[in-house]
C-alpha cells in the first residue's frame, strides 16, 4: 500500500526555538496533503491542508505565522513550528490522499512526530 | 456543519468474542464516505474498512464489517472473533465526495477505546 513518512518521529527543543516537520509521500505523489495535531488520548484535529504549489488552508483557529506550512513539491509537505512554546507539545501526524480526483477516497497516514518544547 | 458522534470512550472484549463499536453523524450531504481507522500504541493510523454512501451493501474486511444505515446516519463496526492485535484507540471518520482539496478533509470522531481480554 501508499506509505507516507514523517521525519523526525520526535523531537525536543527549547521555548522560543523554531522545529520543522517533514512529510513525504514514498511511492505516490500527493498535491494535496493535511496536518492534524493530536493531543493524549483526543481525536485528531486537522489544522490545514497544504496544497502543492500554492498556499495552505487553515482551519478557523490556527495560527497561520506560527505553522508554516510549505508544499514545496509532489512529495514533500513541511510544517515549521515557529517560536515553539510548552503548550504547542502535541503529536503531529500528516496525510495525503491516494488516487486521482475524484475518484479517490481514502487517506494514508504518517507514524506522527511527537514535539515536545521545554 | 459535519458532525461525528462515537459515544463509548472505551469497550472491552474476551478474546474470540464479538464486539460492536458506534459511530453516528449528521450531514445534509446525500452522498459521502465513511471509515473507520485504528489507532494502534504506535500511533499509526490503520484504515480498517471504508464505506460509500451510496453504495447499500454493508462493507466487509475479513473480521471487520459495518452496519451501515444511512436513514438513521449510523455506522457501527463489528469485529468478529476479537484477537489481541485489535487492542487500539479506533476512529470513525467522514468525509465529503468532492473534487476540491478541501472535500478531502476527514471529520473524525472522539475514538473509542479497545482492550481485548485474554
Known amino acids: 500500500g501508499a506509505v507516507v513518512s514523517q521525519h523526525p518521529s520526535w523531537v525536543i527543543c527549547k521555548s522560543g526555538t523554531s522545529v520543522k516537520i517533514e512529510c513525504r509521500s514514498l511511492?505516490?505523489?500527493?498535491?494535496?496533503m493535511f496536518w492534524y495535531r493530536q493531543f493524549p488520548k483526543q481525536s485528531l484535529m486537522l489544522m490545514a491542508t497544504?496544497?502543492?504549489?500554492?498556499?495552505?488552508?487553515?482551519e478557523q483557529g490556527v495560527e497561520k505565522d506560527k505553522f508554516l506550512i510549505n508544499h514545496a513539491s509532489l512529495t514533500l509537505s513541511t510544517l515549521t513550528v515557529t517560536s515553539a512554546h510548552p503548550e504547542d507539545s502535541s503529536f503531529y501526524i500528516c496525510s495525503a490522499p491516494v488516487g486521482a480526483l475524484p475518484s479517490t477516497d481514502t487517506q494514508y497516514f504518517g507514524p506522527g512526530t511527537r514535539l515536545t518544547v521545554l | 456543519a459535519q458532525t461525528v458522534t462515537q459515544s463509548q470512550p472505551e469497550m472491552s472484549v474476551q478474546e474470540a468474542e464479538t464486539v460492536t463499536l458506534s459511530c453516528t453523524y449528521d450531514?445534509?450531504?446525500?452522498?459521502?464516505?465513511l471509515f473507520w481507522y485504528k489507532q494502534p500504541p504506535s500511533r499509526q493510523m490503520i484504515l480498517v474498512i471504508r464505506?460509500?454512501?451510496?453504495?447499500?451493501q454493508n462493507a466487509t474486511e475479513n473480521r471487520f464489517s459495518v452496519n451501515f444505515q444511512k436513514a438513521a446516519k449510523s455506522f457501527s463496526l463489528k469485529i468478529s472473533d476479537s484477537q489481541l492485535g485489535d487492542a487500539a484507540m479506533y476512529f470513525c471518520?467522514?468525509?465529503?465526495?468532492?473534487?476540491?482539496?478541501?472535500?478531502?478533509?476527514?471529520?473524525f470522531g472522539t475514538g473509542t477505546r479497545l482492550k481485548v481480554l485474554a
Open positions: 464505506q460509500e454512501a451510496y453504495k447499500q
Open positions: 450531514t445534509s450531504e446525500s452522498d459521502y464516505y
Open positions: 511511492d505516490f505523489q500527493a498535491t494535496t
Open positions: 471518520a467522514y468525509r465529503r465526495v468532492g473534487t476540491t482539496s478541501g472535500t478531502y478533509k476527514y471529520i
Open positions: 497544504s496544497n502543492e504549489g500554492s498556499k495552505a488552508t487553515y
